[in-house]
Nanobody, 125 residues
């Protein structure tokens, strides 16, 4: 199982970035994939996830209305579109594979068993 996160970089406040998480060794048909982030000096937090089936999604309050998670089954890739970026969005972003097909608590780290390497997002003018 591998997850490869990419797409981070420098963005201005109000700008946009799209992160990609390319997966291998498992399929998106059977597992939830989540996005987490860790800002300097802070604990890692779950911000979004997408589950099997009808594309059930979750967003933390801190990103709701600004970030959108989606997936391309054919390309085995999960995306995180980040709009209206704020300086407080600066963090290392990780994607991860859950134990579960569906979960109402997919923001919890303990539900995940495989992690990508992280990609740095910096929001600054």
């Amino acid at each position: 199982v591998q997850l490869q996160a990419s797409g981070g970089g420098l963005a201005q406040p109000g700008g946009s970035l799209r992160l990609s998480c390319e997966i291998s060794g498992f399929t998106l048909d059977y597992y939830t994939v989540g996005w987490f982030r860790q800002a300097p000096g802070k604990e890692r937090e779950g911000i979004s996830c997408i589950s099997v089936g009808a594309g059930n999604t979750f967003y933390a309050d801190s990103v709701k209305g600004r970030f959108t998670v989606s997936r391309n089954m054919a390309q085995s890739t999960v995306y995180l579109q980040m709009n209206s970026l704020k300086p407080e969005d600066t963090a290392v972003y990780y994607c991860a594979k859950s134990h579960f097909k569906y979960s109402s608590t997919c923001y919890q780290e303990y539900e995940y068993d495989s992690w990508g390497q992280g990609t740095l997002v910096t929001v600054s003018s």
